[in-house]
T-cell receptor
Framework: AQRVTQPEKLLSVFKGAPVELKCNYS??????LFWYVQYSRQRLQLLLR??SRESIKGFTADLNKGETSFHLKKPFAQEEDSAMYYC???????????FGQGTRLTINP | KAGVTQTPRYLIKTRGQQVTLSCSPI?????VSWYQQTPGQGLQFLFE???????NKGNFPGRFSGRQFSNSRSEMNVSTLELGDSALYLC?????????????FGQGTRLTVV
């Protein structure tokens, strides 16, 4: 079964502090992993994907196949990072995305 | 270039009615997917279309159906509406149907069933 788990529904950190949003997945095969973000009153958009191995807006995510995790990290949080973050996976050559329940990140000044 | 456009943005329907939602993908994108978003279930996959063919279908009853036209525009239809169908319906388009391809989302259609 394909499943994505984001254990934290809400996460609040202070500006300048490190932030880590957790994501664990269940998939029999080699999935593609993504982080999507939704800022207030904006549409859902891609933040980053593991195949690109890039850092976007200071965020990085490392795929750990042993722990089946794809945690999102940023060393110094900024107020504009406040948003809803969704971890998602796709696989088997399909566009179908399986989403986690999302984590609402709030950065306090 | 224009993003994914969904119409209408808001709909109010009565139980038992049917509804059709429309999605215009980004120009050049041939893959379109639909998702249902509710507070309780989160984002759930409905269907995926590529070149007018349904490639994947989520775990939804047969009342939910969709189609894609030759210009890649897509529609989804829900018949015999139930209160539980109230949700935000999101459409996403991508350049190709492969896994790992970025999906671009529309603003969604907010459906309320009363």
């Amino acid at each position: 079964a394909q499943r994505v788990t984001q254990p934290e529904k809400l996460l609040s950190v202070f500006k300048g502090a490190p932030v880590e949003l957790k994501c664990n997945y269940s998939y029999s095969g080699s999935p593609e992993l993504f982080w999507y973000v939704q800022y207030s009153r904006q549409r859902l958009q891609l933040l980053l994907r593991h195949i690109s191995r890039e850092s976007i807006k200071g965020f990085t995510a490392d795929l750990n196949k042993g722990e089946t995790s794809f945690h999102l990290k940023k060393p110094f949080a900024q107020e504009e990072d406040s948003a809803m973050y969704y971890c998602a996976l796709s696989g088997q050559g399909a566009q179908k995305l399986v989403f986690g329940q999302g984590t609402r990140l709030t950065i306090n000044p | 270039k224009a993003g994914v456009t969904q119409t209408p943005r808001y709909l109010i329907k009565t139980r038992g009615q049917q509804v059709t939602l429309s999605c215009s993908p980004i120009s050049g994108h041939r893959s379109v997917s639909w998702y249902q978003q509710t507070p309780g279930q989160g984002l759930q996959f409905l269907f995926e279309y590529f070149s007018e063919t349904q490639r994947n279908k989520g775990n939804f009853p047969g009342r939910f159906s969709g189609r894609q036209f030759s210009n890649s525009r897509s529609e989804m239809n829900v018949s015999t509406l139930e209160l539980g169908d109230s949700a935000l319906y999101l459409c996403a388009s991508s350049l190709d149907p492969g896994a790992g391809t970025e999906a671009f989302f529309g603003q969604g259609t907010r459906l309320t069933v009363v």
